[in-house]
C-alpha cells in the first residue's frame, strides 16, 4: 500500500471499495475487512464516506498518520 496523496480539509484519503482493501490484504475476507473498518472507525482511527457509487468507501487519516 502507497502512502496516499489525496489530500481535503487538512486530512490525507484513501479511495477503496472493500473489494479492493482484500486485493491490498488478500489474506482477509471481505467480511473482515468491513468489521475491520467499522472497529477502526468506532476507535475514531479513521473516517469513512461514501462519495460515489463507484467509491463506496473512503478513508481519512489523521495528518500525523502514514
Known sequence: MQ???NSNDGHRWVYNTYEEWTHEFPCWKMHVVK???RKLETD???ITSEYIELLPLSLRLEEGDS
Open 3 to 5: 502512502i496516499s496523496k
Open 35 to 37: 468489521r475491520l473498518v
Open 44 to 46: 475514531q482511527l479513521i
